[in-house]
């Protein structure tokens, strides 16, 4: 997401101005959505720093990180399947069906949604622990990267080429992100992270196609009613599955116990 006037000055520049207007419709849906998780992540960076000046314990550290983790792949599972059932139907209602894009152009932004999303906790620990040097040279790694992937993928792909470009790179930044924070900092906790991450990755795609595919039968008839209905049905069961399959997890406690539930 950070890439993103990157990728629309790219568009404009090779094909044309009405074109961004189609990726921004897009975009600008995906964004809002995003920005809850900002919001959440500024919140959540003063507590972690409180605890890390507090605790010096790096179990106490990761136990928090990972329950936040938890929280984010909540709210990226649930977003991002709402996002791919609806997208489209929010494109035509608001702007009309003639902006309404390929499915192959969805499933890449929805999943870049996904990616950007979930290595939101991540970030905030780089912050937390001082790694802004670090930081800084993966961005611009990263930005160059996502310049030469765009104009290089674009010709032979259209407008989907950048979004395949950004996804990369996000996949790349998550990488980097684990690297500096989990691998350099917590290492003997890095395999039972990434377990975690690949359980997270391998529920989410398993509901993403599953849901969207059942999603295609909800047809109220009047677009508003539709796009409500769908909504909370949608959300629901993709919380519900969430919940079934991560209720016995030491995260889903911690949150558990936090909310009294």
Known sequence: FIFNNTDSTIISAIMGL????????????????????VIIAN????????????????????????SYQF????FSSVCGVLLICLL????SVWYGREFVLSLPFVIILTLDFF?????????IMVEVIGEFKVLKN????????NILLSIGLIIPFGLIGPIIGTIVVDIITFCFR?????????????KEYINKIIKYIVVFIGQYILIYNFSKCIDIGNEYINIF???????????????????????????KDRLKL
């Not at 009405?18 to 998780?37: G, P, S």
């Not at 919140?43 to 990761?62: A, L, P, T, Y």
């Not at 929280?71 to 909540?74: A, E, G, H, S």
């Not at 999303?117 to 970030?123: A, D, F």
Request: charged share 15%.
């Open 18 to 37: 009405t074109m961004v207007t189609y990726y921004t419709n897009y975009f600008t849906i995906t964004y809002q959505i995003f920005w809850i998780a």
């Open 115 to 123: 990616v950007h999303s979930m290595y939101q906790p991540l970030s």
């Open 229 to 255: 209905i769908k909504a909370i049905v949608v959300g629901s069961i993709t919380l519900l599955l969430d919940v079934l399959l991560f209720y016995k997890t030491e995260e889903y406690q911690y949150i």
């Open 43 to 66: 919140v959540v960076k003063v507590s972690f720093g409180n605890v890390m000046q507090e605790d010096e314990e790096s179990e106490r550290h990761i136990s928090l990180l990972e």
């Open 138 to 145: 993966q961005q611009l790694i990263c930005m160059v990267l």
């Open 178 to 190: 684990i690297h500096t924070v989990i691998y350099t900092h917590y290492n003997k906790y890095f």
């Open 88 to 91: 489209d139907d929010f494109v």
């Open 71 to 74: 929280i984010q792949f909540l």
